[in-house]
């Protein structure tokens, strides 16, 4: 038996606009698999490529240079689409995905039946498998773990559409798969969530010299770990893996009683809190000391915000929990290390420097529940967030359905009134050999991850 797919009536509407007579149309199958089934949120237009020579981070620019470059790069023919174009856009739409929500697939729309010949066949599995080589390699993105992708077709002229699945990972062989659009909306559970973060996380002195883009990496590492390894707790109890939303859903809705009818946000989402185990087994193990020269510390909250299916259980809950919340760590930790010119190496003068990584707003789609997340760093408004979903999702909103307020921006003298607090000249000393030590920090603070960065670097004088 093949694949089901559930996609709304209007996503077919906006499948039959981007028909044209002499031109083909690309973009990604954006939803949530649950088993056989596939619930569709949303079909992302792929732009057009800016040039020949497609590289990675430039797949955002500026409205001026889409506009210019347009009329000169549209596709004609199926076998000129570039396959690295549309797997960089894969990433980018990825980072924008609540947890539990991937791309799917993709889409082809075009003058003829593309699936009828080949070479087009051929053609758009390459796409796909650029797509999860991408994703595989950006693995904290969690944006890999379908083993069949769709490919949904339509003939913009016979306004006939097909739809096949395929194991990238396998055989690579097409299979038949159900395509229904619908005019009823499908139903979904809210997931809240909110993490705190306070670590500590040391650099020998010993340990050759690493950019600051690695020692990000080697945190993120540590706390995927331990998301991966804690403990949810949903509506305030442990549950069994295989029990239903639904049935958790309601039993809140009846607790509530008369107060469902006062309007609270809390009321229509469904709370859930994550414990991580305690990692100190030996109280009286043996103490070593090692010799640091640095120490990055991560501090703050992020906020998370899921959706599953209507049947979705316990257990695909918490995955797409802890989902979201690496994915949105390692979307604001890439984006800030992308962002930075050149490393931070510190001087006497300056002992404090501030690092603010993006924090989180969230965007409804068009007649849906469901968010997407975008991320503006200090100084950044809605309208870049506006301009980012018209260019990665072809969707145009109102600023005034950006929710901006789900992480409050971070006021940076609180941590530099902190820092005058915690550092001390009495904890500047020597080392072994007398030299000199003297302390740098770098703090990031970003209150989606409000991340705190404090780098020591020691300049020994000779």
Same mark, same amino acid.
């Given at each position: 038996?093949g694949?089901t ?16 007579p ?12 649950a ?7 949303h079909?992302?237009k ?11 981070e430039?797949?955002i620019? @500026?409205?001026?240079?889409?506009q ?23 990433k980018?739409v ?9 791309v799917?697939?993709a ?7 593309t ?10 599995? @390459?796409?796909?498998?650029?797509i999860?080589?991408?994703l ?5 993105l969690?944006?890999?773990n379908?083993?069949?992708h769709l ?16 194991e ?8 038949p ?7 009823k ?8 969530a909110l993490?705190d973060?306070d ?5 020998a ?11 990000l990496q ?16 949903i509506?305030g109890?442990?549950?069994s893996p295989?029990?239903?939303?639904e ?5 809140k ?9 006062e309007k ?14 305690c990692?100190?087994k ?9 010799p640091?020269n640095?120490s ?5 909250q992020?906020?998370?915000r ?11 809950a918490?995955?797409a929990?802890?989902?979201?919340i ?9 984006m800030h290390w992308?962002?930075?010119?050149e ?6 003068e ?19 529940k469901?968010?997407?997340s ?24 109102n ?19 902190? @820092?005058?607090?915690?550092v001390?000249?009495?904890d ?15 703090a ?15 300049h020994?004088?000779y």
């Open positions: 038996m694949r797919v559930y996609a709304e009536e209007r996503l077919h509407n906006y499948l039959t606009s981007l028909g044209k002499d031109e083909y149309t690309i973009g990604l199958i954006l939803g949530q698999s088993g056989q089934k596939d619930y569709i949120v079909l992302a792929t732009p057009p490529p800016l040039g020949k020579n497609v590289v990675e430039t797949l620019s @500026s409205t001026t240079n889409v210019q470059e347009t009329a000169e790069n549209y596709i004609k023919s199926v076998r000129d689409i570039p396959e690295s174009w549309v797997a960089d856009h894969a980018h990825t980072r924008m995905l609540p947890g539990g929500m991937h799917l697939g889409f082809i729309v075009g003058p003829d039946d699936m009828n010949e080949n070479i087009n066949v051929q053609k758009i599995k @390459s796409i796909l498998m650029a999860q080589r991408n595989m390699h950006n693995k904290y969690c944006g890999d379908n083993e069949e490919i949904l077709s339509l003939n913009s002229i016979t306004q006939k559409y097909i739809c096949k699945s395929i990238t990972n396998k055989t690579g062989m097409l299979k798969a159900e395509w229904k659009f619908q005019g909306a499908t139903k979904w559970h809210q997931l809240e993490v973060f670590r500590l996380f040391l650099i002195a010993d340990k050759d010299p690493e950019t600051l883009k690695t020692q080697d945190i993120l590492e540590n706390i995927s770990h331990t998301i991966e390894s804690s403990i949810t707790v509506e109890d442990v549950r295989d029990d239903p939303l049935i958790i859903s309601k039993s809705k009846d607790k509530k009683g008369i107060k469902n009818n609270n946000s809390n009321d229509k989402s469904i709370q859930i809190n994550l414990y991580i185990p990692q100190e030996h109280i009286n193990s043996n103490v070593r000391i090692t640091c640095a990055i510390r991560l501090v703050g992020l906020a998370s899921t959706f599953v299916h209507q049947k979705a259980n316990v257990e695909e918490n995955v929990v802890k989902q979201d690496i994915r949105s760590l390692a979307s604001r930790l890439e992308d962002s930075l010119i490393e931070e190496n510190g001087s006497p300056e002992n404090i420097t501030l690092h603010e990584p993006p924090r989180r707003v969230l965007i409804a789609l068009p007649e849906s469901v968010t997407l975008d991320y503006l760093f200090p100084g950044e408004g809605p309208q870049e967030a506006l301009l980012s979903l018209q260019e990665l999702l072809d969707l145009e909103v600023e005034s359905n950006v929710q901006k307020d789900i992480e409050v921006q971070a006021d940076p003298t609180e941590f530099y009134c902190q @820092s005058e607090i915690d001390k000249p009495s500047l000393g020597k080392d072994s050999s007398g030299n000199n030590q003297t302390t740098v920090y770098v990031g603070i970003s209150i989606a991850v409000i991340i705190l960065i404090i780098a020591i670097i020691i020994k004088l």
